[in-house]
């Protein structure tokens, strides 16, 4: 049985359409990465939120966390600051800035507490205000919140 021109052309268009529909879908979840707010609001909370954000790239290597603090949330992206049991936060947050992880701060906090900027460390950013961020991450940029 010999089929005609047009229909086996039809079949490779139908074929090549399914395809580009397959390489489509899979490029699109490959570059689809979870993305997470870990919100910290209170800086007793920061040992629990590091360690579960590193969790959670041990899990998921490919997720984009970032954190958001603001008021005694920010305290332990201070230069010298350390946890209860005197151990230092700087190592932690700079071990999870080499893997991507970003911590942003609230400049309403700053300015409220006054705050210096050149106390934070420097793997921070600032961001105008803490809760606005969450909102806008959430809004914007479909991200996932957590609140550690």
């Given amino acids: 049985m010999r ?3 047009n229909t086996v052309k039809k079949i490779y268009q139908i074929a090549l359409a399914l395809l580009l529909a397959v390489v489509t879908t899979l490029s699109l979840a490959a570059e689809r990465a979870e993305k997470v707010i870990y919100h910290v609001s209170d800086s007793s909370n920061a040992t629990a939120a590091l360690r579960n954000a590193r969790n959670h790239l041990d899990q998921s290597p490919r997720a984009r966390i970032v954190f958001v603090t603001h008021g005694p949330g920010i305290d332990f992206l201070l230069d010298g600051a350390m946890d ?3 151990n230092p936060y700087d190592i932690a947050v700079q071990e ?9 701060v ?3 906090t700053l300015t409220g507490r006054k705050i210096d900027k050149s106390r934070l ?3 921070t950013s600032i961001v105008p205000s803490g809760v ?3 909102a806008r991450l959430q809004i914007e940029e479909g991200y996932a919140y957590l609140k550690p």
């Fill in 106 to 108: 609230c400049n309403n």
């Fill in 3 to 5: 089929m005609k021109g």
């Fill in 121 to 123: 460390l420097p793997e």
């Fill in 84 to 86: 209860k049991n005197g």
């Fill in 96 to 104: 999870l800035a080499a893997r991507k992880v970003e911590f942003r």
């Fill in 132 to 134: 606005a961020e969450i």
